[in-house]
Nanobody, 116 residues
Framework: QVQLVESGGGLVQPGGSLRLSCAASGIMFSRFTMGWYRQAPGKQRELVAT???????NYADSVRGRFTISRDNAKNTVALQMNSLLPEDTAVYYC??????????WGQGTQVTVSA
């Protein structure tokens, strides 16, 4: 079965950093585009960042320059390094995996709260 398990969420002060990790199993990891989405209360789920199997990345404008997505195909993991965190970054962050024309897979999410 496919599993995406996030870790690393928590409470951090504005300006601080967190690193989220997602461990994937049950897929041919290197063939999948991986990414992070987030959903804040009262808002739609939004793209944060994606990374293709070979390495190309894209970011939401709101996080570009502050967040970095990376993957380790040998370990079947994807990470999101979040620096200079803002209160508006508070959300549940979801790991996802997608192959073109196939069902997307989602983790259960991890809470990130940025507050003084």
């Amino acid at each position: 079965q496919v599993q995406l398990v996030e870790s690393g969420g928590g409470l951090v002060q504005p300006g601080g950093s967190l690193r989220l990790s997602c461990a994937a199993s049950g897929i041919m990891f290197s063939r999948f585009t991986m990414g992070w989405y987030r959903q804040a209360p009262g808002k739609q789920r939004e793209l944060v960042a994606t990374i293709q199997g070979g390495g190309p990345t894209n970011y939401a404008d709101s996080v570009r320059g502050r967040f970095t997505i990376s993957r380790d195909n040998a370990k079947n993991t994807v990470a999101l390094q979040m620096n200079s965190l803002l209160p508006e970054d508070t959300a549940v962050y979801y790991c996802y995996a997608r192959q073109p024309y196939s069902t997307a897979y989602w983790g259960q999410g991890t809470q990130v709260t940025v507050s003084a």
